[in-house]
Structures are given as C-alpha cells and as structure tokens.
C-alpha cells in the first residue's frame, strides 16, 4: 500500500483546481505567498506555550479570510495549540477546537481566553510571589526548598516514578508550590492562563532534553529557578492576553472540546474547517508532554491509546504495528463526520506533510484526497508550500522533507 503513494515529485505539482478555476474565493488563494518568509509566528497569544510541529498563524489566516464570512463559524478539528482559533476570533468569526489530546485543549482555552482586569491583578499577585520565591531561594542556595516552611496552598506532587526520574528534588518542591498557587485561582480564565504558564516551563525544568528529544540529559538547574522561569512565563502570558482581549470583540465565541474524532462528537454546524492532522509517524505527542500531563493531573496513558499518528505506533514491532493502511481507516471514520457537519458547498483544508514510513515517502496529501473523494468531498486546490530551513525537525527522519501541502476540499454532500 506505501507504493500507492510513493509517488515522484513532480506528480504533486498537478493543477487541482479542474472546474473550480474560476471560484473567486478559490482564486483569492494564488494570490497568497504561501512560504511567508521573514513573518512574526508568536504576534498576541500564538508564543504562549511550546507546541512542536504546530503551523505557523499566516496560513490559517489567509485560508479564513478566502473562504469565510464575518460571523461564521470555523472549526478546527486538530485544534493543537490552537492557532487557526486565535486567528479565528481575530478576524471576527466564531472558534470550534476539538483535540484527545488534553494538553491541546488547555492551551487552546488558555490562548483564547480573555481575562477581566481582576483576573490580571490576581495574576500579577501570583508572578510576583513566584519571583519573591526566587530570590528568596536564590539567596539561600539549599538543595531542599521547604524544611517545614512552605505554604499550606502547597499541592502534592504526582506519585508517578517518572516525576523523580525527571526532575531534580528542589525543582519537584518548586513546582508543587507553584501548582497549588494554580490550584488557588480565584476564577477558571485567571487558573487557565496560571496553569498554561505553569506547563509551559515544566519541560525546561526537568531533565528532559527538549520538547523535540526525550532524552535525559543534567541541566546543571539550581534552586529557585522554577520560580524564576514562572514568573517570568505568567508575566509574559499575561500580557500577551491582555494584547488578545483588546483586539477580539466579545461577540464572537470559542468552543474548545476533548474529544476522540474517531468516537464521532456532535458539534454544532460548521462553515469552514482549518487544520493539520497529526501526520503518521511523526510525532508522540503523548511521550513528549508526559511529564506536563502528569504535573497537571491529566491521563498520558489513556492518551497514548488513541493518540491519531503518533510515531511510536507506526516504528512498533509486530502485527500491531501501525501502517500508510491506519491513516487511511482512520480518514474514513474522519471526513464523514466533516461532512456531516460542515454546510454543504463549503470547504475543508487540511495541511499536511508526507510521512516517511518504513524509509519511503509517503504522500499524505494524495492519501487524504483519495479518501475524500470516496466520502464526497471533491478536491478544488492544493497549495504547495517550502518549509523554512530553520524549523526544527520533530522527527529526524524528516530532514528529507522539505514542503507541506494545503489540500481543499469541498463538501457535496447534503449535509447541515
């Protein structure tokens, strides 16, 4: 089945358009430089947290301006770190996140909220109890933070073996001084955007090399750093929605849920999709942020069970082993919910990159078009874009990758 469609490279360079050539709104898109050099990627909310293999806000952008209308509602069905919903609500249209990944659905809330001015004052009160910690820490340089001194909002620290594998004894203090100031927030906008800037430095705390190596690795990390790198991240968070909050009007909404596509949710009617599947064998999302989910109370394990193209279930061993065959099924499950819900005649876009499985290249972008057709989509445009030489490879397998691809599909059946 890879042979299918390990095609060469000049076969992607077909004009898909057919009939729809002269859709004005189709026709919109080649007037876009779709290789956005040079361009801001973390303007407002979009550098809140790290988030790997995440597209950069340029594409969702001109995809929701071509193909939507003020007051639409535009759905994001891998909603990731939520980048197609911050655009969303910024260009006046209404936000629909799904993701199983829990992770995602926190920091697509947190990069969407929009917080009250008692929300920020409780917020600033956190980060500067975070850098009084610190160098009150700092100054004192012992190895054990709290020798009966911390504070009664103190939460406990998760009882998985992984949290003393992956972080040192004073950061682990740290941090469950940190997550019961979280747990304390007065309101559910200010405990998402204490809890995102709290997941957004765990990584960097812990032994874990990166967001993109899980490998163990000594930091040389000394006392007081949680808190300092805390502060720092809420103080940062804080402002960046504060800069959200002043440029979305209230009247357009964002809706995130966790749920499992594949288990088929009921969403309300939708006028455009934006999204990027998680490509096969790219990426273990749940590996990767377990540490985060852990330290968040979250479930990295149930996560892991259903998590769409996650590397590890396509580099297995065995009859389990995951397949170009996998994505295709789960495709088939997938786009009839699209066209279930999507209004009939509107689109779906899908970014997409290839995949490379079993060292060949498989072109994910013909995989999905050939299931679409089969689910009644018709593919009116393909957009192929050169990714930045600077961006960092999830998979090092990748470095032969060097576009992703905009595929547009039409929705013919009657659906909402």
């Not at 042979?3 to 919109?28: C, H, I, N, W």
């Not at 968070?237 to 440029?247: D, G, I, L, P």
């Not at 790219?282 to 990295?300: E, K």
């Not at 996650?310 to 061993?317: F, L, T």
Request: hydrophobic share 40%; with cysteine; charged share 25%.
């Amino acid at each position: 089945m890879i042979a299918q469609f390990a095609k060469a490279d000049s076969r992607m360079e077909t004009d898909y358009r057919g009939e729809s050539a002269t859709v004005p709104e189709l026709d919109l898109l080649d007037k876009v430089g779709w290789d956005f050099v040079d361009a801001s990627t973390t303007y407002l909310t979009h550098g809140v947290h790290p988030y790997p293999a995440k597209f950069i806000p340029q594409i969702p952008n001109a995809l929701i301006q071509a193909l939507s209308s003020v007051g639409e509602t535009v759905a994001d069905i891998f909603c990731g770190s939520g980048t197609t919903l911050v655009e969303t609500l910024i260009l006046k249209r209404n936000a629909l996140g799904l993701d199983a990944n829990p992770l995602a659905c926190l920091i697509s809330r947190a990069k969407t909220a929009r917080p009250r001015l008692e929300d920020i004052q409780a917020l600033q009160e956190i980060s500067n109890r975070a850098l009084a910690s610190f160098e009150s820490v700092a100054s004192r340089q012992q190895f054990s933070l709290f020798a009966g001194e911390a504070s009664g909002e103190r939460a406990a620290p998760p009882t998985s073996h992984a949290i003393r594998f992956w972080f040192d004894d004073f950061i682990i203090d740290e941090l469950s001084e940190i997550r019961g100031w979280c747990t304390a927030c007065p309101s559910e906008i200010s405990r998402l955007l204490a809890d995102v800037a709290f997941s957004s430095i765990v990584v960097a705390v812990s032994r874990q090399d990166s967001d993109t190596r899980y490998v163990r690795r000594q930091k040389n990390l000394k006392p007081g750093d949680a808190f300092r790198r805390y502060a720092r991240a809420l103080t940062d968070t804080v402002e960046a929605a504060k800069q959200f909050a002043a440029v979305v009007e209230e009247r357009f909404s964002c809706r995130v849920i966790h749920a499992n596509l594949l288990d088929t949710p009921k969403v309300r009617p939708i006028d455009l999709v934006v999204c990027s599947p998680p490509y096969p064998n790219a990426y273990s999302y749940h590996l990767y942020h377990m540490t985060r989910m852990l330290w968040l109370d979250m479930d990295p394990y149930e996560f892991k069970r259903i998590e769409i193209g996650s590397h590890r279930k396509y580099s297995r061993r065995g009859p389990k082993r995951a397949g170009v065959e996998t994505f295709q099924a789960e495709l088939k499950t997938i786009l009839p919910w699209v066209g279930q819900h999507l209004r009939t005649n509107r689109y779906a876009c899908f970014v997409v990159g290839d995949s490379i499985i079993d060292g060949r290249i498989v072109y994910n972008a013909e995989v999905l078009a050939a299931v679409a057709r089969d689910c009644g989509f018709a593919e009116v445009k393909r957009v192929h874009r050169k990714l930045q030489e600077t961006r960092k490879a999830f998979n090092p397998a990748y470095g032969k990758i060097k576009t992703e691809h905009i595929v547009v599909l039409q929705n013919l059946q009657r659906g909402v």
